[in-house]
């Protein structure tokens, strides 16, 4: 009775406070998950666990493993089971001699090693399909960290120009107040506003970029796309020299894909030639006969063996154009391989270039341009201040200021979206 009738109303009304706070402490472990910054290790693990387009290209070799398998073995025997020469007119099973129950087996051996060379050309095809994966994977790799990248420079960018509005806005506000005391002109303000309405529009564009960067993410670790970069490029100062990533070249998984297609054609060469050749099958077979001879001893059963070989008379033309074929596809291998490496080599050399114009920029604006834009922004804000300048000058060298500090972030990030793409074709370690 007590709980029914005496203290209801204060529990319901304590429910009704800590109802809140529950529902807080429940939410936390989501919001926090959100909150963690997300690293690029991570970006870089989630991107190669059950990636859908690697697991396809191992399921494409596991499957050309296993059909090398089946092409390696010989063909099924062939049961054979009839009666023979049984006397249609008159007569029984016993009537006439040659009148037998017959059961045998036939097997047929494909010409010279076409069995063990159609296993090889699989495995080489599955080799081929298993470096295809293991370039996907890189190729993968390098695209999640370059959209890491790009959202980490979104963000920051972002929140520099987020950071520099109040700057703006009070530098619009002095404009007003000293305009309205008459030692401005309203030119100044005008500026000053147009200025800042710029900014704003630079925060729509930069949020816009920013959620383009993070469904480019997205592709590849799904929604922890969301979550706030963390604040910390990766430590990519080094590279090899570019002699020893050229000569790794020759290891490039697209170069492997090619080399074990070449072997693979080549093989398809020899199986063409092989198939020049005769097949042959063995034939066992055993006759049961009933009946007795005119002297009465039983009629004895029969024992059948036989070689069937192939006559490839009629296939010669057959042959060559099969032969003519496989050495065509050699060919076009060994074209096609000589142009992946020409491709990466351009690739290689490109990006290496790239990667030091990148190094020596950033060098420059480490020594030099931060600190001279930053500089002469205030020198033009003293100027103004005292009289001695021009306003426009003053938003010019603070806006330039701003662009000079966005520029560096994008230089490192090109910097570091270029380590990535060298430590792909380079294959030193990322």
Same mark, same amino acid.
């Given at each position: 009775?007590?709980?029914?009738?005496?203290? *209801?109303?204060?529990?319901? +009304?304590?429910?009704?406070?800590?109802?809140?706070?529950?529902?807080?402490?429940?939410?936390?472990?989501?919001?926090?998950?959100?909150?963690?910054?997300?690293?690029?290790?991570?970006?870089?693990?989630?991107?190669?666990?059950?990636?859908?387009? &690697?697991?396809?290209? &191992?399921?494409?070799?596991?499957?050309?493993?296993?059909?090398?398998?089946?092409?390696?073995?010989?063909?099924?025997?062939?049961?054979?089971?009839?009666?023979?020469?049984?006397?249609?007119?008159?007569?029984?099973?016993?009537?006439?001699?040659?009148?037998?129950?017959?059961?045998?087996?036939?097997?047929?051996?494909?010409?010279?090693?076409?069995?063990?060379?159609?296993?090889?050309?699989?495995?080489?095809?599955?080799?081929?399909?298993?470096?295809?994966?293991? @370039?996907?994977?890189?190729?993968?790799?390098?695209?999640?960290?370059?959209?890491?990248?790009?959202?980490?420079?979104?963000?920051?960018?972002?929140?520099?120009? *987020?950071?520099?509005?109040?700057?703006?806005?009070?530098?619009? @506000?002095?404009?007003?107040?000293?305009?309205?005391?008459?030692?401005?002109?309203?030119?100044?303000?005008?500026?000053?506003?147009?200025?800042?309405?710029?900014?704003?529009?630079?925060? +729509?564009?930069?949020?816009? %970029?920013?959620?383009?960067?993070?469904?480019?993410?997205?592709?590849?670790?799904? %929604?922890?796309?969301?979550?706030?970069?963390?604040?910390? $490029?990766?430590?990519?100062?080094?590279?090899?020299?570019?002699?020893?990533?050229?000569? @790794?070249?020759?290891?490039?998984?697209?170069?492997?894909?090619?080399?074990?297609?070449?072997?693979?054609?080549?093989?398809?060469?020899?199986?063409?030639?092989?198939?020049?050749?005769?097949?042959?099958?063995?034939?066992?077979?055993?006759?049961?006969?009933?009946?007795?001879?005119?002297?009465?001893?039983?009629?004895?059963?029969?024992?059948?063996?036989?070689? @069937?070989?192939?006559?490839?008379?009629?296939?010669?033309?057959?042959?060559?154009?099969?032969?003519?074929?496989?050495?065509?596809?050699?060919?076009?291998? &060994?074209?096609?391989?000589?142009?992946?490496?020409?491709?990466?080599?351009? %690739?290689?050399?490109?990006?290496?270039?790239?990667? &030091?114009?990148?190094?020596?920029?950033?060098?420059?604006?480490?020594?030099? +341009?931060?600190?001279?834009?930053?500089?002469?922004?205030?020198?033009?804000? $003293?100027?103004?201040?005292?009289?001695?300048?021009?306003?426009?000058?003053?938003?010019?060298?603070?806006?330039?200021?701003?662009?000079?500090?966005?520029?560096? +972030?994008?230089?490192?990030?090109?910097?570091? %979206?270029?380590?990535?793409?060298?430590?792909?074709?380079?294959?030193?370690?990322?």
């Amino acid at each position: 009775m007590y709980f029914q009738f005496g203290p *209801l109303p204060e529990l319901k +009304i304590v429910r009704r406070a800590l109802l809140p706070v529950v529902a807080t402490f429940i939410s936390l472990p989501v919001f926090g998950q959100q909150s963690i910054p997300l690293t690029l290790a991570e970006v870089e693990e989630r991107a190669l666990v059950s990636e859908p387009g &690697q697991q396809a290209l &191992q399921a494409k070799a596991m499957a050309l493993r296993e059909r090398g398998v089946a092409a390696g073995e010989l063909p099924d025997p062939v049961l054979r089971v009839g009666l023979n020469n049984f006397p249609i007119q008159s007569g029984s099973f016993t009537t006439e001699g040659m009148t037998h129950a017959a059961i045998g087996l036939k097997q047929a051996f494909p010409a010279g090693k076409t069995r063990s060379l159609n296993t090889r050309r699989f495995d080489l095809l599955a080799s081929e399909m298993t470096e295809n994966a293991e @370039t996907r994977g890189r190729n993968v790799l390098t695209a999640a960290r370059t959209a890491w990248l790009d959202l980490y420079y979104w963000e920051l960018a972002h929140g520099l120009v *987020l950071q520099s509005r109040p700057f703006f806005d009070d530098l619009a @506000t002095i404009t007003r107040s000293l305009y309205a005391v008459g030692r401005k002109s309203q030119q100044d303000v005008l500026r000053a506003e147009l200025e800042l309405s710029r900014l704003d529009d630079r925060l +729509i564009e930069m949020e816009r %970029q920013r959620a383009r960067a993070v469904a480019d993410l997205g592709q590849w670790i799904g %929604q922890d796309a969301v979550r706030p970069v963390a604040r910390k $490029l990766p430590g990519w100062e080094q590279i090899p020299t570019l002699g020893s990533m050229q000569t @790794t070249l020759a290891q490039h998984p697209m170069m492997r894909a090619a080399d074990s297609q070449i072997e693979a054609r080549v093989a398809g060469v020899d199986l063409a030639n092989e198939r020049s050749k005769s097949g042959w099958a063995l034939d066992l077979g055993y006759s049961y006969r009933d009946g007795s001879l005119p002297s009465g001893e039983p009629r004895a059963d029969f024992i059948t063996l036989g070689v @069937t070989v192939g006559l490839p008379f009629f296939r010669k033309k057959s042959v060559d154009s099969n032969l003519s074929a496989a050495l065509q596809e050699r060919s076009a291998a &060994q074209s096609g391989r000589e142009q992946t490496l020409r491709g990466l080599q351009s %690739q290689l050399n490109a990006e290496y270039a790239r990667w &030091q114009d990148l190094t020596r920029r950033l060098g420059l604006y480490d020594t030099h +341009i931060l600190d001279q834009a930053r500089n002469h922004a205030e020198a033009a804000l $003293l100027g103004y201040q005292s009289d001695q300048g021009d306003f426009s000058d003053v938003m010019r060298g603070y806006i330039d200021d701003l662009n000079t500090r966005i520029d560096h +972030i994008r230089l490192q990030v090109e910097r570091a %979206q270029s380590y990535a793409v060298l430590a792909n074709l380079g294959g030193f370690p990322q």
